[in-house]
């Protein structure tokens, strides 16, 4: 299992001495921000900064996800979304990841069966295009607040001819639905090619660090062993005390 964390632009430095000493890598999360997104001369700031690290093959990125709804039936709304994802997979292309992090833009728990299948449609002709028009990036579309798996299921059957898209499965955000995280699980391993993970009290997605919640981890290694995942692992927390806290409970669980 591959562990990657969030480096801190801030203090990179530290987090290249994290990477030399656990030999993980790096999911970057500055470029989901407006703050960021909106901003060129940043974005070339933050690329160059962490193109300095040498090669990033192995490394990923979240891409730009709050408020965007790629199926909104607003074509402005939409046309927007779909523009800002667009220059997600840019971003991640010029840095030389391996892929891009992105959420489905639903509201969670609602499944009216109209509302599902046009981000179905959607979502399938969309990311159909970016994947094709990306060839050297993987998309994985996260779990944020749904409530089941079975869209998630539902879209990857719809994109089977498509080589570079798989999910990322966000178990701490799966743990906190009225669905069993088994069935999360036993559902999407077919199609899960990096996860997310953090600890938190089963009621809020609070991004601890592994150990100081609720989640039993040692079901989540039962899960891994016996759906055979084979996925890298974000430990997705922020803070350099905390993500060795998490790389010390991993190692010694897995």
Known sequence: MHYHIIPDASS??????????????????DFWHPEVYCNSAKIDELISLYKSAGDLSNDTMHGAF??????????????????????SMDIANRLGVKGVVFHTGLIGGLELDYYLENW??????????????????TVYIENSF??????????MKRMGSVKNIKLCFDYAH??????PIETWVKKLSPFIGHMHINDNDLKNDLHLPLGEGKIDFKELKTLFEKY???CSVLLELNGYEGIKKSLTFVNELM
């Open 66 to 87: 709050l408020g965007l709804d790629l199926a909104a039936l607003d074509s402005e709304i939409k046309e927007r979304s779909q523009n800002l994802l667009d220059q």
């Open 228 to 230: 055979k995942l084979d």
């Open 174 to 179: 799966a743990i906190l639905t009225p669905t």
């Open 120 to 137: 179905l449609n959607e979502a399938t002709l969309f990311w159909t295009k970016e994947c094709e028009k990306y060839p050297d990036l």
């Open 146 to 155: 749904e409530h089941s798996p079975d869209v998630f299921c539902d879209f």
């Open 12 to 29: 990179f430095a530290e987090a290249m001495e994290l990477k030399k000493e656990y030999d993980i890598s790096f999911e970057y999360n």
